[in-house]
């Protein structure tokens, strides 16, 4: 009886056991199964580390293409001396003062310089004569509605007539500079764009609207940049519009420029009679018929363009991965171009 109950604990021990390993052979073949699918998907999804270097490398050059385009927008926009970054008169009283103050400033300094303003008069007798002094004093510089006249502007118009005052008297201040004793020049135009709904409405013929031409040169066209144009037309030699084109500096981009000469419409006179070598009575020097060349007056319209700023639209960019708190990659590129906005957020 011993016996027999020996055997049958053993058997039961023996049965016992056997369903344990069963279960445990099934287990590790499950979990075989398991590792073997890991190493399919890991071995399909072996192309992602290359992925991510790659990643990574073009993370890096998006950052030195920020920079370079950051750097270039920050040195067009020239914050130290923008006019519209930090403009000197903000009340409506103390702009209406500087137009007022403008006219005279502009015009003394004009005719210090030897810069004639306004077109000639075309008379009957006389043919193209010189304005009066009184005439050339009523110009306007892009103003002459306002002389003596100050409709009711909001705060923004204000501020911008007070830079678009600022931004003439720049131009012109460059083109006197341009000037020396042995050059002239007549200042025929300046127009400028309007500084919202009330300029518009008073700005008469001194409003400046670009052609679909001149709109495709503006930075502007680039999102996130705001610009304020201008347009100058103006009768001097090549000299003096080349260097009036080369005093003009950052914010203040030339972006459209045509010029005419004052004697286009002339029809050209024969090549033998500018033979320098026979000159006689009937081959005289006049004023269209000159063996040599010589400086020659023409009649130019440049549009400026003033930087007045640049958005990035970070802010925009931000919000994306500032709901995401998986964003190490976002962290990384801010912090590469010098942005930690989102570290100070999760601090």
């Not at 109950?5 to 058997?11: C, D, G, P, Q, R």
Request: glycine share 4%; with cysteine; charged share 20%.
């Amino acid at each position: 009886m011993i016996s027999v109950f020996i055997l049958a604990l053993l058997m039961w021990f023996y049965i016992n056991q056997k369903n344990q390993n069963t279960e445990l052979l099934q287990s590790i073949e499950s979990y075989s199964n398991e590792l073997n699918s890991i190493n399919n998907i890991s071995s399909s999804l072996s192309f992602v580390q290359k992925d991510l270097q790659e990643a990574n490398n073009d993370s890096d050059k998006l950052v030195e293409t920020f920079k370079s385009l950051k750097l270039y927008y920050d040195s067009l926009l020239n914050s130290g001396v923008n006019l519209f970054i930090n403009p000197k008169h903000k009340s409506s009283t103390a702009v209406n003062a500087k137009i007022t103050r403008l006219f005279t400033q502009l015009s003394n300094s004009c005719k210090k310089s030897n810069i004639k303003l306004g077109a000639a008069v075309q008379t009957p007798s006389f043919g193209l004569v010189e304005p009066s002094n009184e005439n050339a004093e009523k110009f306007g510089f892009g103003f002459d509605r306002y002389d003596g006249f100050w409709p009711s502007f909001s705060e923004n118009e204000v501020l911008t007539l007070g830079v678009q005052a600022d931004i003439v008297k720049l131009i012109v201040e460059n083109l006197c500079s341009s000037i020396d004793n042995n050059n002239s020049a007549r200042l025929l135009e300046i127009a400028r764009e309007s500084a919202g709904s009330i300029d518009a409405q008073n700005i008469g013929t001194n409003l400046f609207r670009p052609t679909e031409n001149e709109i495709l040169k503006l930075y502007r066209k680039a999102d996130g940049v705001t610009s304020l144009l201008f347009q100058i037309k103006m009768e001097a030699n090549t000299k003096v519009i080349r260097r009036f084109i080369n005093n003009c500096r950052h914010p203040l981009l030339l972006c459209d420029l045509s010029i005419a000469s004052t004697s286009a419409s002339k029809s050209p006179n024969p090549i033998d009679s500018l033979n320098p070598f026979n000159i006689n009575k009937q081959n005289a020097f006049t004023p269209d018929n000159v063996p040599v060349v010589s400086v020659v007056d023409s009649v130019a319209v440049l549009t400026f363009e003033y930087i007045t700023g640049v958005n990035f639209n970070f802010d925009e960019v931000l919000s994306k991965f500032s709901s995401d708190s998986n964003n190490v990659f976002a962290k990384n590129f801010f912090k590469k171009v010098g942005i930690n906005v989102l570290l100070e957020k999760d601090e």
